[in-house]
């Protein structure tokens, strides 16, 4: 279990002044600086609504019955995208886990938040979060589940100094890969739950041979707890479950493949391998988690006024296993990529290719859909406006609140902007263009008429590759974390 520090409370003033500081010591400010004013209300909405994102975690597209799944039965999410409105051209800002939270937390796009690989940096005082705007705007916020954008050694990268009010789960993304933890977090303190993990490596990582609290579990009672202790006033709840990720640590050797469930449910007496069952366990209760979320919200009387985002980090997991019953790849198992190129970790459209549904109540229309190309950063500036604050400008996303309401108009980004995990490969859209590059190597698709990626036309097309290769040199030179040579 590690150290818990004093508990280091943010202020809105003291993080303030640091942004100022680092922006005077930099001559720049490229980070933060609307943290230090209060924007004015937008006409978004008179009275702000609840607001939730259920976050999943390696969850692909083609896993959900609402983009035609059969296998796994998701009916919570299918009824969320009947009663709401689909996305069919939502993209993850990131490849894996790490940078696209950065993204939906920050605004920017992965060249430009602070991580672009999980783990490999953390969010400074200077950041500003989504929770941190919400939290001006009147919300009380709380986040349960996994954060991943912290350092254990920087307290103020922490989830209680990044705009939270409450924080329970995990704070580092290898300790959430455990189901079955022997302690969560809540805040800064450390609670113990009765598992036991064997020689548990970093951060709790390893596999529980006693397993009696189920972490999703423990996670979902005090996120409704939260959701109850604030029903009189606006909340914003992060949910960011570990369904239905893997247990690294915990999977080799082991039946199940390390996709650790309590029960096999509906899937025990299916023809398939244990780890198939197991994986379509997670994310059929996943998909519970959301319809007891929905029934918790009826029973207070808050449904009404609650907007809910539903999502996945990223695209299907690409891990191998050996065995799978056949296939290779467990994102293969129910054709998670819905046959776009790529998984987890790939900039073609597999592994960007999310889920995702907006639900709000006398807002939304039932049962539409939308083809507005948009990413994590774009959800960070529509859910600022639909607070009823004006979007940053700052950062890397447009607001696409008219295409949840089907009022006033809409100025998307010209083009979106990706860079994978090893920062070797890069990717730009542009309209129907799409270019992938591995180092100076490009590749060129018309996602209209090859929405697979499958034929690559750069020969073919020279002035358009070198337009979308001009993009992408110059967000090369705004990176974060440049190029390794």
């Given at each position: 279990m590690p150290p818990t520090p004093p508990v280091r409370s943010w202020s809105r003033l003291a993080r303030c002044t640091r942004a100022v500081l680092t922006a005077v010591a930099f001559g720049t400010t490229a980070f933060g600086t609307s943290a230090c004013s209060?924007?004015?209300?937008?006409?978004?909405?008179?009275?702000?609504?609840?607001?939730?994102?259920?976050?999943?975690?390696?969850?692909?597209?083609?896993e959900v019955g609402a983009w035609g799944q059969q296998e796994i039965t998701t009916p919570q999410i299918d009824r969320l995208a009947r009663e709401g409105l689909r996305f069919t051209e939502f993209r993850s800002s990131a490849a894996v886990c790490g940078p696209a939270r950065c993204s939906l937390m920050t605004g920017l796009h992965n060249g430009t938040c602070r991580l672009d690989d999980n783990d490999n940096d953390f969010l400074r005082a200077a950041d500003v979060t989504l929770a941190?705007?919400?939290?001006?705007?009147?919300?009380?916020?709380?986040?349960?589940?996994?954060?991943?954008?912290?350092?254990?050694?920087?307290?103020?990268?922490?989830?209680?100094?990044?705009?939270?009010?409450?924080?329970?789960?995990?704070?580092?993304?290898?300790?959430?890969?455990?189901?079955?933890?022997?302690?969560?977090?809540?805040?800064?303190?450390?609670?113990?739950?009765?598992?036991?993990?064997?020689k548990a490596g970093r951060m709790g990582a390893g596999r529980a041979t006693t397993r009696l609290d189920y972490a999703p579990t423990l996670i979902r009672d005090r996120a409704f707890r939260f959701v109850r202790s604030h029903r009189d006033r606006p909340f914003f709840l992060y949910w960011a479950t570990n369904l239905p990720h893997i247990n690294n640590e915990g999977s080799p050797g082991q039946?199940?493949?390390?996709?650790?469930?309590?029960?096999?449910?509906?899937?025990?007496?299916?023809?398939?391998?244990?780890?198939?069952?197991?994986?379509?366990?997670?994310?059929?209760?996943?998909?519970?988690?959301?319809?007891?979320?929905?029934?918790?919200?009826?029973?207070?009387?808050?449904?009404?006024?609650?907007?809910?985002?539903?999502?996945?980090?990223?695209?299907?997991?690409?891990?191998?296993?050996?065995?799978?019953?056949?296939?290779?790849?467990?994102?293969?198992?129910?054709?998670g990529t819905m046959n776009y190129r790529g998984f987890k970790g790939d900039l073609y459209d597999g592994g960007l290719r999310v889920p995702s549904v907006v639900y709000w109540p006398g807002r939304t229309t039932a049962?539409?859909?939308?083809?507005?190309?948009?990413?994590?950063?774009?959800?960070?500036?529509?859910l600022v406006e639909a607070a009823g604050r004006t979007p940053p400008r700052d950062i890397s996303g447009r607001s696409f609140l008219p295409a949840l309401t089907g009022t006033g108009t809409m100025s998307l980004r010209p083009y979106q902007v990706w860079y994978s995990p090893d920062r070797v490969q890069s990717a730009v859209l542009e309209g129907a263009w799409k270019g992938v590059w591995h180092r100076d190597t490009m590749q060129l698709f018309n996602l209209q008429a090859d929405p697979g990626e499958r034929t690559d036309v750069v020969a073919r097309e020279p002035r358009i590759a070198a337009r979308l290769d001009s993009l992408r040199r110059l967000e090369d030179r705004r990176r974060v974390h440049p190029t390794p040579r």
């Open positions: 209060t924007p004015p209300r937008s006409s978004a909405a008179a009275l702000p609504p609840n607001i939730v994102i259920l976050l999943a975690d390696d969850l692909g597209i083609g941190e705007r919400l939290h001006d705007a009147g919300y009380v916020t709380g986040l349960f589940g996994k954060w991943g954008l912290s350092w254990d050694s920087e307290p103020e990268s922490w989830p209680n100094a990044q705009g939270f009010d409450e924080f329970f789960g995990y704070r580092d993304q290898v300790h959430a890969h455990n189901f079955y933890p022997e302690w969560l977090l809540s805040g800064t303190d450390s609670v113990r739950t009765r598992n036991v993990v064997p039946a199940d493949g390390g996709y650790e469930i309590p029960s096999l449910g509906a899937y025990a007496s299916k023809p398939w391998p244990e780890a198939k069952k197991s994986y379509a366990a997670q994310v059929s209760r996943l998909d519970e988690d959301l319809g007891g979320l929905r029934s918790l919200l009826d029973s207070l009387g808050i449904a009404e006024r609650t907007l809910i985002v539903f999502l996945s980090d990223n695209g299907a997991t690409f891990l191998r296993r050996a065995n799978d019953g056949g296939t290779d790849t467990v994102g293969r198992w129910f054709n049962g539409s859909t939308s083809a507005s190309r948009v990413d994590f950063t774009d959800l960070h500036a529509t």
